[in-house]
């Protein structure tokens, strides 16, 4: 079964910084592009960062330089660091698949950054 568990959201000032997590079961994230989603209140649900299966990044501009993707393999966890946060970060973060069929959504996880 299928599996999205994402945390290590919070509150946190401008400036701040916050590691995300994201657990999967069901698929493995070294055969898999995995991304983080970024949902602001009342915007579309848009990817921000991606790994791919053979390790490479990517980025959206707005986050690039400040945010970075990572994996554990044996973990089959998914992580974003995001530091120089600002209140345009607010939002829910989501994982999923990058590439291909989008798998089902997990609960996310709230980061609200203050000014």
């Known amino acids: 079964q299928v599996q999205l568990v994402e945390s290590g959201g919070g509150l946190v000032q401008a400036g701040g910084s916050l590691r995300l997590s994201c657990v999967i079961s069901?698929?493995?994230?070294?055969?898999?592009?995995v991304g983080w989603y970024r949902q602001a209140p009342g915007k579309q649900r848009d990817l921000v960062a991606r790994i791919f299966s053979g390790g490479a990044t990517a980025y959206e501009d707005s986050v690039k330089g400040r945010f970075t993707i990572s994996r554990e393999t044996d973990k089959n966890t998914v992580y974003l660091q995001m530091t120089r946060l600002n209140p345009e970060d607010t939002g829910v973060y989501y994982c999923?698949?990058?590439?291909?069929?989008?798998?089902?959504w997990g609960q996310g996880t709230q980061v609200t950054v203050s000014s």
């Open positions: 069901g698929i493995r994230v070294s055969a898999n592009a």
């Open positions: 999923n698949r990058a590439v291909g069929a989008l798998l089902s």
